[in-house]
């Protein structure tokens, strides 16, 4: 039996509703055919951009939306994403299957989009690579309101007004593919760069740092020490795999038995140490917490699926990285006081996708829905809740068999996402629920029989939530029996 206790009273943070934040590279078919497919396209579009897309992101109410990269970030050069378009220079993308990058989707294509969609757009500039005029000049291009050489460039090309930019990166992965560098040398470059990332008007910049890969503490110690000062946000990388020690182990999306679901749910689990790790070095140099920890690339990772271009990390997405979308979230929200925001890589056709395509058709994946369902945390106050749960035992080890967070919003609608991780015992839930008077209870569930459940071209809905009618709420106290292998969330009014 698993007991919880929520205290419905006591409100400990805001969820910042950017942990429902997304990620969008130009890698593979995530911009191009994924989001922009040009207004010429039969594919149904606005100004290029497709409607189907567009429908389906408003729907979930992605907050903020990181972009260009990722690794093609320190790779690009914004100037060649502006103006004409039979203007714009090709170029090869060699981080990502070494493809021709006509860059037709540019600064303001993206800045469209994210008003199409309702994110805010957060931009990832090029430190890797570029330099600190360049730097300093998109900014001015996005941003500066008045006459100056980059506000009327950007005139030019069409668009009056500035654009309102809160989110900026200074660099990506500068440990790895944004220029390889010690986090010494990684922090006087931040420092610099950052310098020049410049508030016009009433534009104000919230400037993220370039962090660490999973659990290198020495960079962000370092980080911390010598330019926690000048940043809003420190960023976190981690992804999710079957084996989370080896790269060369990544496993199938698709084909897998127990032994690698039970390895996927320890290895999402694996995040919150790096959460709890990453954040007592912040508090040792920002007691007040005011960098925030941003996860700004998340998500499963798996082998690409069979006979596809290995560069364009495309893989199909099951109930399994559903449940790994629940993990993330339930711990996100349980560290928000430091956690403000997070990037699932990536929107479409990549990595784990809420959404994939194939030509004019477009399928919602089981993380989709995940989504959907946790909306309703997105700026509530988390709730304390006590859970005491049993284990999830597969050969020699165990796991929590449950994940779980609770929250309250503006109307009082309480709000709990529960996780079974396991994939073949139920889990017999009691909740206590202390301080406030509820009556009702109801709910969606994402379950399937088959752990690796999904979606396709010829069959769209085969794994999509059902409401869920068997919880009970009597005398203060919420009683359930959660299938296995499921996400479920509950509302209390
Ligand atoms: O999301 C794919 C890649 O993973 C990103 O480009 C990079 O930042 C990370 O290594």
């Known amino acids: 039996m698993v007991q919880m206790t929520l205290e419905t009273g006591k409100k400990l943070a805001k969820i910042n509703k950017n942990i429902y934040g997304h990620f969008s ?9 994924g989001i922009w497919v040009g207004s010429e396209s039969t594919i149904p579009n606005t100004d290029g951009i497709r409607n ?60 469209r989009l994210c008003e199409l969609i309702g994110a805010e757009p957060y931009i990832c ?22 006459e100056s050489p980059m506000a009327n460039m950007r005139k030019e090309n069409g668009r009056a007004e500035p654009w309102k930019l809160t989110y900026f ?32 008007g009433e534009n104000q910049i919230y400037k993220v740092a370039g962090g660490a890969s999973v659990d290198d503490y020495h960079w962000t110690e370092v980080m911390m020490r010598e330019a926690a000062n000048q940043m809003d ?45 990453h954040s007592r070095i912040m508090d040792k140099y920002d007691p007040d917490k005011k960098v925030a920890l941003i996860v700004d690339e998340w998500g499963t990772w798996f082998d690409v699926e069979p006979d596809t271009n290995p560069g364009f990390l495309y893989q199909q997405n099951t109930l399994r990285d559903a449940l790994v979308a629940g993990i993330h979230f339930n711990l996100f929200n349980n560290h928000c006081d430091r956690v403000q925001m997070a990037n699932l890589a990536q929107t479409i056709n990549v ?35 006590h859970v005491d749960c049993g284990e999830y035992r597969f050969n020699d080890e165990a796991i ?26 139920s889990a017999e839930i009691s909740c206590l629920i202390r301080d406030g008077h509820y009556t009702k209870v109801s709910g969606l569930i994402l379950t399937d029989s088959e752990m690796n459940a999904h979606n396709t071209f010829d069959n769209p809905d085969n794994i999509k939530p059902e409401l869920y009618k068997e919880a009970v709420l009597e005398n203060g106290k919420l009683h359930t029996l959660l299938p296995p292998k499921s996400v479920v969330v509950l509302s209390l009014e």
């Open 351 to 385: 990595l784990q996708a809420v959404i994939l395509t194939e030509g004019e058709k477009m399928i919602l994946t089981p993380t989709y829905h995940v989504f959907d369902m946790f909306k309703v945390h997105q700026d509530a106050e988390l709730l304390p809740l």
């Open 400 to 425: 929590p068999q449950i994940s779980a967070s609770a929250s309250i919003n503006e109307e009082g609608k309480v709000h709990i996402s529960i996780c079974n991780l396991d994939p073949k015992e």
């Open 52 to 111: 189907d897309v567009v429908e389906a992101l408003k729907k979930i109410q992605i907050p903020v939306l990181r972009w260009p990269g990722g690794c093609f970030a320190d790779t690009y050069h914004w100037r060649d994403g502006v103006g004409p378009y039979d203007q714009r220079p090709a170029m090869i993308n060699t981080h990502w299957g070494g493809v021709v990058e006509n860059n037709h989707f540019g600064t303001h294509e993206f800045f």
């Open 169 to 200: 990166g200074v660099g990506n992965e500068n440990w790895g593919c944004g220029g390889n560098m010690r986090p010494e040398y990684y922090a006087d470059e931040y420092r610099r760069y950052a310098t020049y990332v410049r508030n016009y």
């Open 25 to 33: 590279e130009h890698l593979g078919r995530c911009i191009y055919e």
């Open 233 to 277: 946000g420190l960023s976190l990388h981690y992804y999710t795999r079957v084996s989370k020690d080896d790269w060369s182990i990544k496993g199938s999306a698709t084909n897998f038995t127990e032994d690698e679901w039970f390895s996927v749910m320890k290895s999402a689990l694996f995040m919150e140490e790096l959460v709890v790790k």
């Open 125 to 146: 500039g090029n430190l890797g690579s570029g330099t600190v005029q360049e730097m300093q000049e998109w900014v001015e291009y996005m941003t500066f309101d008045g």
